[in-house]
């Protein structure tokens, strides 16, 4: 079992530019979310999908920050446009029905 | 608002010592209580959970936690650390079948030698 993959690890990018990051759940799990992990805030969780749709994207920062999922073997998190307090550790976790979520090594992203 | 608070930003022991990590809830019924932990660069770890039924559960790595309801509580103990358990330990909750998690602000070890 590969476990949650994510990439890229690690992301450096500049003010004003597009940042992808992508997950790949665990096969056959059903459940995805998306977290961010920054020193002033912890753990928050921004999108939440269930079989592909999203159920709850209320932690999405801002109209900037969108999520998709078009499959059940891939999912995106997209800034556009990126800025400097977006840097952060963003994990990607997925489950299958019950309730223990599996989280992936997560993106460390940089915005200068 | 629901809440979970870690009061320990930092704790240190000595190897072979025991442990206990602290966690509290603000909730008006019980959630479902989850301990992680996060490696230096790495992802999470589940150590343990707790949904009903016996109020101590057993874990990975030689964990356990007890739940209290009186205390609002979930804390999380060790009877013996090792060197390779210097982590940060998240405390979580998840309020309904959802299982969205709230977490704790984490509790990062650090263990003597």
């Known amino acids: 079992d590969a476990g949650v993959i994510q990439s890229p690890r690690h992301e450096v990018t500049e003010m004003g530019q597009e940042v992808t990051l992508r997950c790949k759940p665990i096969?056959?799990?059903?459940?995805l979310f998306w977290y961010r992990q920054t020193m002033m805030r912890g753990l928050e969780l921004l999108i939440y999908?269930?079989?592909?749709?999203?159920?709850?994207d209320s932690g999405m920062p801002e109209d900037r920050f969108s999520a998709k999922m078009p499959n059940a073997s891939f999912s995106t998190l997209k800034i556009q446009p990126s800025e400097p307090r977006d840097s952060a550790v963003y994990f990607c976790?997925?489950?299958?029905?019950?309730?223990?979520?599996?989280f992936g090594p997560g993106t460390r992203l940089l915005v200068l | 608002a629901q809440s979970v608070t870690q009061p320990d930003i930092h704790i240190t022991v000595s190897e072979g010592a025991s442990l206990e990590l602290r966690c509290n809830y603000s909730?008006?019924?019980?959630?479902?209580l989850f301990w992680y932990v996060q490696s230096p660069g790495q992802g999470l770890q589940l150590l343990l959970k707790y949904f009903s039924g016996d109020t101590l559960v057993q874990g990975i790595k030689g964990f356990e936690a007890e739940f209290k309801r009186s205390q609002s509580s979930f804390n999380l103990r060790k009877p013996s650390v090792h060197w390779s358990d210097a982590a940060e330990y998240f405390c979580?909750?998840?309020?309904?079948?959802?299982?969205?998690?709230?977490f704790g602000s984490g509790t990062r070890l650090l263990v003597r030698p």
């Open positions: 976790a997925s489950r299958l029905g019950g309730e223990t979520q599996y």
């Open positions: 909730y008006g019924a019980t959630p479902y």
């Open positions: 096969s056959g799990h059903n459940s």
């Open positions: 979580a909750v998840a309020l309904d079948s959802s299982y969205k998690l709230i």
């Open positions: 999908f269930n079989n592909n749709v999203p159920i709850d």
